[in-house]
């Protein structure tokens, strides 16, 4: 079986959960079947990327056209070199619309991965402008033509049974995300020394408890609440961002506004805006007393498997698929929250919102021997249900029952 995924992301250019996803899908599945990755951002010339990997740039006639645009016009070439594979599967709008023109051309089945959903994702009108009209038209269409849709949570299939009633439930199955366990884990030796030295030279104080976020910078991810709470944390307690890539310029200066005048008023606030190597991320993760994920949008969190690898407990909000990794009172806290119905996720009582996260954050923060065994566990669930080879396993049954009812 030859199987093209078609990925918006893929290394050495990830930003976000998707991307990781597909690197670390097409790691294990190719052990299982002839895998060929159709990417965006140029040619891959590396010579550790992978086998089997394309990289397109949009148009040069596209050029400075609005980015919804420059997108559709890589789709097209990735849909044109899809010829020979038995089946596509596309991940993230970005990519969707190269399945659906891929299966129509070359009448292959096509399997969609949902990462997310336009409809719940509003904000990116800011980004895109008429573009999101795109996105969505894209999304849509490929959701409902699809042979198979892969959700990455139950919250996320209801999400996806909601948006889009005209699909068949029974075309939409549940596979989580994964983690790599041996690249996620507490460092030791020597390798815990480089992270100590790693965290000094970032201004984290590795002796000091700490709270720590890591996220783009979106309307999603709540990060302006986490300021907010904040503000209630004790004062010997840090607070760690890992916090880049902003949607945009108008964001990035409403959550600089807020992160100075937290700063102003307590220190400890330590704000890191590039991308970390994932070394760097990982003892920077080590360093922390807790993960915080005040989500108003996850469809399930790659951050915080990431992060209960590593053995940290996660405080999160009782969101999407947030509730199905992180196991309230055992490995975290999870946060209540009642949302407005209007595709924002944005929270009916926002006080409200806040002062119960505060409340999780010090509850964990300030019991490290409580910490500790809910980090213990941590490592423990994510062991027993997130492992990528189970995962890349799921998937494979999934491409058969859509090929055996082509």
Not at 26 to 35: G, N
Not at 153 to 165: E, F, K, N, Q, V
Not at 177 to 206: F, M, Q, S, T
């Amino acid at each position: 079986m030859r199987v093209d995924l078609l990925t918006r992301e893929y290394p050495p250019f990830v930003y976000g959960g998707a991307g990781v996803h597909v690197a670390e899908l097409s790691a294990v599945l190719r052990h299982l079947v002839d895998v060929r990755v159709r990417c965006f951002d140029g040619p891959r010339t590396s010579d550790d990327v992978a086998p089997g990997v394309t990289g397109y740039a949009p148009p040069a006639e596209l050029e400075g056209a609005n980015a919804a645009l420059a997108t559709l016009g890589v789709d097209l070439q990735m849909a044109a070199d899809v010829a020979g594979a038995d089946l596509v599967h596309s991940h993230t709008w970005y990519a969707n619309l190269a399945g659906h023109v891929a299966s129509l051309l070359h009448g292959v089945p096509h399997v969609v991965s949902a990462h997310s959903l336009e409809p719940l994702r509003p904000w990116k009108a800011e980004q895109l402008g008429g573009g999101y009209a795109l996105s969505s038209w894209a999304e849509r269409t490929a959701y409902e033509s699809a042979a198979g849709v892969i959700a990455v949570s139950a919250g996320m299939r209801a999400d996806i049974l909601r948006a889009y009633p005209s699909v068949d439930p029974d075309r939409v199955h549940v596979v989580h995300n994964g983690i790599d366990l041996d690249g996620w884990k507490r460092p030791e030796g020597a390798e815990a020394e480089r992270g100590d030295a790693v965290v000094r030279a970032l201004g984290i104080d590795p002796e000091r408890p700490a709270v720590v976020f890591v996220g783009r910078i979106t309307r999603q991810k709540g990060l302006p609440y986490l300021l907010r709470a904040a503000e209630r944390l004790p004062e010997d307690v840090q607070l760690v961002l890992c916090a880049g890539a902003p949607d945009t310029p108008e964001l990035f200066a409403e959550v600089s506004s807020a992160v100075a005048e937290l700063s102003a008023r307590r220190d400890g606030v330590v704000w890191i805006e590039d991308m970390l190597p994932r070394p760097d991320l990982v003892a920077v993760l080590a360093a922390a007393t807790v993960f915080v994920c005040p989500s108003v949008y996850e469809p399930l969190g790659i951050v915080n498997l990431e992060a209960m690898a590593v053995g940290l407990p996660v405080v999160g909000s009782a969101t999407g698929g947030i509730p199905e990794v992180v196991d309230h009172g055992t490995t975290g806290l999870l946060v209540p929250i009642d949302q407005v119905q209007d595709g924002t996720g944005t929270p009916v009582d926002p006080e409200r919102f806040v002062t119960d996260l505060a409340d999780a954050l010090v509850q964990v923060v300030t019991d490290p021997d409580r910490a500790r065994e809910m980090g213990v566990a941590s490592r423990r669930r994510v062991e027993d249900h997130f492992a990528w080879d189970a995962i890349g396993r799921r998937t494979l049954d999934v491409y058969e029952a859509v090929l055996g009812g082509a």
